[in-house]
């Protein structure tokens, strides 16, 4: 059996995403900023996408063979499945399980993540999806959990999940039922061989999305040198969305200016980002011009 999964930070140098990858001990060489790994597709393909809604109400499943979309690209074989996801909600889990057919196929996912502007953020090849043993209530699956953060002022992220010509040449050891039982109920597990799934162009995928508001920005390290923290990518002063103000505001008076930069180095420093947060966005509607740049480097030293 596989060991457990830990986490691992990284941090994704061209992209507007802070990603978390957790995956099995055996695959701690992934790289998921690492994005030209994956096929190169034009924003003209990726924009003729129906992408399904995702979000935590509920799990998304997609059965390939009949839903499933295509992209005549390079590197891509068969059908697709591609979905958005809210940005603006907190911290993100996705998980994605293809589920075994038949005991005997399964559809190995890469996934591609893609910001708000579908420019690729991240990349999580076939072999970062490990197989899981069926339970209670989950049949024999390929699964991978990916948890990221996105940059403030985001408000979708995007999941393309597709398999290769090199993956179609593998296969994947399940465990056999007789073995799976054995290890349940503690008896001696029989010394018989593992059935081998091979992979195939069509299956289901399952996407769950979990949202969690209590870290609206990570930044620097968190379990020491050996594994780095997550950090927050990309363009950290992308504007939150709203409609353009009829006319500039006037400049904030230079004691407003003073009082809400220490508010945000205080609130930083305090470690309620929320709160900083809010205090920049209320300093520049009254036309601050250093709050952010104060915010950035507040929330920077605190990591």
């Given amino acids: ?78 059908p697709v499945a591609a979905w958005s ?47 899981q043993q069926p339970g209670v209530m989950n049949a024999d699956r390929l699964e991978g959990v990916m948890r990221m953060t996105p940059a403030l002022g985001q408000q979708k992220i995007y999941v393309l999940a597709f398999t290769t010509d090199k993956d179609l040449q593998q296969t994947t050891t399940l465990i056999d039922p007789a073995k799976a039982y054995a290890q349940g109920a503690g008896n001696a597990v029989p010394d018989i061989p593992d059935p081998l799934a091979r992979h195939v162009t069509d299956g289901v995928l399952t996407l769950k999305v979990k949202a969690s508001s209590s870290s609206s920005v990570l930044v620097g390290p968190l379990f020491g040198s050996s594994a780095p923290g997550p950090v927050t990518v990309g363009n950290t002063a992308a504007p939150v969305a709203a409609p353009a103000p009829a006319s500039k505001p ?25 709160k900083a947060l809010k205090l920049l966005n209320e300093a520049e509607r009254l036309g601050s011009t250093s709050a952010r740049s104060t915010f950035i480097s507040s929330v920077k030293g605190k990591g």
């Fill in 1 to 78: 059996m596989k060991m457990k999964k830990r986490l691992v930070a990284l941090c994704l140098s061209a992209s507007l995403l802070a990603v978390v990858p957790i995956a099995s001990l055996a695959d701690v060489n992934i790289v998921p900023q690492n994005t030209s790994a994956a096929p190169a597709i034009p924003a003209a393909a990726l924009q003729q996408l129906t992408w399904t809604p995702a979000d935590q109400s509920r799990s998304q499943t997609a059965n390939l063979a009949t839903a499933g979309q295509r992209l005549d690209i390079s590197g891509i074989t068969g």
């Fill in 85 to 131: 996801v809210p940005a603006n909600i907190g911290e993100l889990t996705l998980t994605l399980a293809s589920e075994v057919q038949k005991r005997s196929q399964v559809f190995a996912p890469n996934v591609l993540i893609l910001d708000e502007n579908m420019h690729p953020a991240a990349f999580f090849p076939a072999s970062y999806f490990t197989y």
């Fill in 250 to 274: 006037a400049p904030v008076l230079n004691d407003t200016e003073s009082y809400f930069n220490q508010a945000i180095k205080q609130a930083a420093s305090s470690g309620d980002i929320d």
